[in-house]
Structures are given as C-alpha cells and as structure tokens.
C-alpha cells in the first residue's frame, strides 16, 4: 500500500533537492520553491491557489500579496530559463532533436493586463487579445522521452520587443549556448523565413525544417519554387505507418520520399531538400543541413525525425493545460513572464527530473488507485504523472517547509522500495 505522507514527503525532498541548485538568493529560490509547489499540488498558476497550498498562519490575502511581489521580481524568468537549460542540457545529444514551438497565451477578457497584444488564436484562428509564446524541447528521433528546455513570453507591446525573429533566435542562442551547438533544431512552416534560416546557417547549426512551397530554392543552376522542385523529385523509398486520428483511431498511410541537394539562393552552402509524399494532396517538404543520400536508413531517420515532431504535439500542449497556462491571472508584464518560467520549472520537475521507473510504477500507479483516470494510464503518461504528483501533494498533510523525518535523506531519484510500505 502507497503510503501519501511519506511520498509526499519524498517528492519535497525531490523538489527540495532541485532547487536547491538554483543560483538565487534565499528569499528568491524560497518563492520558487513555494510556487512550484504549489503549481505542482493545485495544477494552477493562480497565486490564490498557490497560496491555499502554503497554509500559512496569517490571513490568505497576506500570502497572496507577498508572492505577488515575489513573482514580479525583475529577470526572475531568465534565471529560471538558465537553470533549466543547464539541466537539461546533459540529455541533449548531437542528434537530439531541438523542437522550436511558437504558439499563442490567448487572454480574450483580459482587460487590464499589462502589455496586451493582438495574436492568433492557434486554436480556432481568431484574432485575440494575448500574448506570444514559444518553447523549446529535446527528444530523441523516434523517442518518448522528452526534455523541456525554455520558454518564453513576449508581447509586440512591450518597450524591449524587437521582432519575433529576434525573440526566436535569443531562444535558439540560449540553448545552444547550453548545450554547446548539440542538437537538431526541428521548427514546422513558418520557421522557413530567411530571417531564422540564415541566422541559423551562420551560427553553424543543424537544423531540419518544413517549408512552404512558395520558397526559391537553387537546383543545380536552376531557380525553382520548392513545390515545383519537390513535384519533379524521384521517391524511390516507401514505408507504411500507422497515425493515431484525433477521434482515437488509428489510419494506415503509405509514403514515398526522396532528396535533392539544394542551396538557397545567392548562398553557396549545400543542403538538402527532404520530400515525402502520402500525408495531403501536396508533398511535405523539409530543409535540412544533414546530409542525404541514396540510402534507406539515413533518408529514413530524417523522414522520423520530422514525425517526431508531429508526435510530440501532444506533449508540446502538455505544460499548458496541465498547468492551467491560459489561466495565469497576473497584471504585471514581468510577473506573467515569471509565471510561464515556473511552469517550465514545474515540467521539467516532473517530465525530466524524476526517474523514469519511479515517475511509471509509482505515481501513475497511485493516480489510477486515486480514480484519477476512469479508464486507466493514457498513452500520454505525462498527464497522468502531474496528476499523480497533485494528488500526492494535495492529499498529504505535509507542508512544504515541515521537517523531514529523522535519518532521512535527499536522493538523486525516487527510490521504489522507499516509497511502498509493504
């Protein structure tokens, strides 16, 4: 039997333990502590709610206002940021694969928030009141496993906004600084502009991107649309895979690829122009650094990456709605930024930093005990373990700061054998 104090307990160590590493002073990596805490136990970046999860003896407006100064602190969201990176980093391999995602913070009754903007509704394509987003995640081609690396919130409102470009590329430079030019970065239509692909090639970095048929590519001498160049491609490899539809079922597709090496134009930098047929009535096309060639395995991988990309969507929703992202209710311009950082804490907290077997065999254990999920583990385990962490938290009558129990100690990961009472 699953004893919740004692796991409570353990999982504050973890945490405890985590950030404990943060370069912040005590009062700062105190208020990171209590905020992950509480977004961990209430799913909710709301400061109320974070405060309930305190308990503190003072009246809970008290609680309120003082982490409502806290979370304004100035560069809280760097820090944050850095701290991640640094952490994730050691998972990131050379061919890891770096998923750039730009998205939206739709905030369509907000009226007094500071800076608001109008953006795109990813969702339904409206035009709201809002804020940009943008993250970056590391996943192995082919792999499960992800590793939240960075966020970031920007508004074209805001004094320092520059360009999207720009907050893209300070994205990118950051993780490669991190993770010392390691990695792959995979960006869908839209990341194909000039603007980041340039930037991209000067940095010396590899990347594999989608783009748009409308793009110039050099072929040979020739200058041709990437859709034209892409209809006239031989596809000499084919492959059947199965796509899991948004209604549950799963839907066979047979697909051809192939390769052209290409430059952009007015660059002499060779790359490669991955095509696959089989997904719509036009050919997918990809750019890449990577070199192709005639050989199976190696178009194969490049073809997987770009699926994996797909695949992870799921996850990529993930931090925002098991977090409650859109429902962040701060004013301040610097508190909603530091409000999306320590959501990316929480993610990495419980995607990345807790072992894999423990995060599987206890907490998505004790969540389907809990009636969590009525029809038992999703596929997508990672909304299963948040909830699992919630329910853990939430349960237990350990505070965040309360002792820990004589002889206990702080590990690198959950121990099982120390988590289940026999």
């Not at 509480?38 to 709301?46: E, T, V």
């Not at 760097?78 to 991640?84: A, K, P």
Request: hydrophobic letters at 40%.
């Amino acid at each position: 039997m699953l004893n919740i104090a004692r796991t409570a307990r353990r999982l504050r160590e973890q945490l405890q333990g985590f950030l404990g590493k943060l370069p912040l002073s005590k009062t700062a990596q105190r208020f990171v502590f209590e905020a992950v805490y509480g977004i961990q136990a209430r799913q909710s970046l709301h400061l109320s709610e974070i405060a309930r999860t305190l308990e503190e003896s003072i009246p809970l407006i008290k609680t309120v206002n003082r982490l409502s100064r806290q979370a304004a602190r100035e560069g809280l969201a760097d820090d944050l940021n850095r701290f991640v990176m640094k952490q994730g980093a050691v998972r990131i391999e050379k061919r890891t694969l770096l998923v750039i995602d730009p998205s939206d913070l739709t905030k369509k009754y907000a009226r007094k928030m500071e800076h608001l903007a109008r953006v795109r509704d990813g969702s339904t394509g409206a035009i709201s009141d809002g804020y940009w987003m943008c993250q970056v995640i590391g996943v192995e081609c082919g792999g499960h496993e992800i590793t939240p690396l960075a966020s970031s919130l920007w508004s074209q409102n805001a004094p320092d906004f520059k360009s999207e470009n720009d907050e893209i590329l300070g994205l990118v430079d950051a993780v490669s600084s991190a993770t010392e030019k390691r990695g792959v970065w995979v960006m869908d239509r839209g990341g194909d502009r000039v603007k980041i692909l340039r930037p991209l090639l000067d940095r010396n970095l590899d990347f594999l991107i989608r783009l748009c048929g409308n793009r110039h590519l050099k072929w040979g001498r020739k200058k041709l649309l990437a859709r034209d160049l892409a209809a006239r491609c031989p596809l000499p490899y084919a492959e059947s895979i199965k796509r899991l539809n948004c209604d549950g079922t799963e839907s066979v597709h047979l697909i051809q690829f192939g390769y052209r090496k290409v430059r952009l134009p007015a660059s002499q930098r060779d790359l490669w122009l991955l095509v696959v047929d089989g997904f719509g009535s036009e050919r997918l096309m990809a750019l890449t650094t990577l070199p192709l060639r005639k050989d199976r395995k190696t178009l194969w991988w490049a073809v997987e990456a770009y699926l994996t990309r797909w695949r992870i969507e799921e996850t990529i929703r993930f931090s925002k709605q098991a977090y409650g992202i859109e429902d962040v209710r701060v004013l301040r311009y610097e508190s909603l930024k530091n409000m999306v950082a320590l959501a990316l804490v929480a993610s990495y907290f419980s995607m990345a930093y807790l072992g894999a077997r423990a995060k599987v065999s206890v907490l998505c254990h004790h969540a389907i005990r809990a009636g969590k999920r009525l029809f038992g583990v999703p596929n997508f385990r990672y909304y299963t373990i948040a909830d699992g962490i919630r329910d853990i938290f939430s349960r237990s009558h350990v505070r965040p700061f309360s002792k820990a129990p004589p002889g206990s100690t702080q590990t690198a990961q959950l121990n099982l054998l120390d988590l289940i009472d026999t």
